[in-house]
């Protein structure tokens, strides 16, 4: 299977990732770095910034911390452009009886997100009332950016859906939209009292545990 590298380092089996691959550093580095609309746009606008701007609209906490991590999984596959991902199918990405079969990105996509939600301990959002919510703000922000970031076209975003007409779309570096993605993903955590965990907190927790039990003279393997 191939392998990517992130970010921090790790090497990570693609398309699909496991959970000790997730690390919330590498999905706002890579998000912060990727351009919507495959870089068609009046300036640079990240996926991040989308995801941080469109949380905003979410009524509960819930949805806002879904709509912060719906395009996670895009941070191993990369942001790619819809009507592409519709045709894009990775052939030998799963075996059955049968022998291979071809999943397209969209099923990869969905599975890499579950098993995100799952390594941060929020799989209790991973339900399709939630997808739902988070699907419905989605296109509208995309309608609103289409509107708003890029030169007018024959194509008709509207009729997709209601632009949002209270956004203001500001140029931030990838840095600093990174650092307020992140504080933001932990706050809206703790409005659902969730306590996030990725691969690297678990290292840490079972680092200390390990030590902390040596002291007392047992060893945990």
Same mark, same amino acid.
């Given at each position: ?38 870089? $068609? ?7 991040? $910034?989308? @995801? ?40 030998? @990405? ?19 997100? @579950? ?44 009729? $997709? ?24 993903? $932990? ?20 680092? @200390? ?13």
């Amino acid at each position: 299977m191939a392998k990517i590298q992130t970010y921090t380092g790790r090497l990570v089996s693609v398309p699909f990732i496991r959970e000790e691959d997730v690390c919330l550093e590498d999905i706002a580095h890579s998000l912060s770095m990727q351009c919507r609309f495959n870089g $068609h746009t009046d300036f640079f606008y990240s996926v991040l $910034h989308h @995801s941080l701007l469109g949380s905003k609209k979410a009524e509960y906490p819930t949805i806002e911390l879904a709509f912060l991590l719906h395009d996670a999984a895009e941070a191993y596959t990369g942001d790619i452009a819809t009507p592409l991902k519709r045709l894009t199918k990775y052939s030998n @990405s799963r075996m059955t009886s049968d022998g291979p079969v071809d999943v397209s990105v969209a099923d990869v996509e969905n599975r890499n997100l @579950s098993t995100i939600f799952r390594a941060l301990g929020i799989e209790c959002l991973d339900l399709p009332q939630i997808h739902c919510w988070v699907k419905e703000i989605d296109t509208r922000m995309l309608v609103t950016e289409a509107g708003r970031l890029m030169k007018r076209g024959d194509y008709q975003w509207r009729d $997709h859906g209601e632009p949002y007409t209270d956004i203001v779309f500001n140029k931030i570096e990838p840095e600093d939209i990174k650092r307020i993605w992140m504080m933001a993903v $932990h706050e809206a955590a703790i409005k659902c009292g969730i306590n996030l965990v990725d691969a690297d907190t678990k290292r840490a927790a079972a680092y @200390s545990l390990r030590a902390t039990t040596k002291i007392y003279g047992q060893i945990i393997p």
